[in-house]
């Protein structure tokens, strides 16, 4: 199994940025790709963006050009790098790994982040 720790939300005023870290430890082979996903009150789990072992990433069409995700893969961490943040923005970010020839999917327990107006 691998188990996912996220850290770095917070409370930020629009325009402004945060950075989101999460660490994998645990059977860390299994994973190929690592990022991040995030639930907004009332709303279901919306997939945000991530990045593979071989460093290709995708992105949500409306963080585009503001989250920028990044890996460290000899730590196994994935950043996400937000600026430019947006009230809507707001929610709660869960960190998500896996590996999709195999079907397998971890999650971590997620990180708040509210962007104030």
């Known amino acids: 199994q691998v188990q996912l720790v996220e850290s770095g939300g917070g409370l930020v005023l629009a325009g402004g940025s945060l950075r989101l870290s999460c660490a994998a430890s645990?059977?860390?082979?299994?994973?190929?790709?690592m990022g991040w996903y995030r639930q907004a009150p009332g709303k279901e789990r919306e997939w945000v963006a991530r990045i593979f072992t071989d460093g290709v990433a995708n992105y949500v069409d409306s963080v585009k050009g503001r989250f920028t995700i990044s890996r460290d893969n000899a730590k196994n961490t994935v950043t996400l790098q937000m600026n430019s943040l947006r009230p809507e923005d707001t929610a709660v970010y869960y960190c998500n790994a896996g590996d999709f020839r195999y079907s397998r999917d971890f999650w971590g327990q997620g990180t708040q982040v509210t962007v104030s107006s």
């Open positions: 645990g059977s860390t082979r299994l994973i190929n790709f």
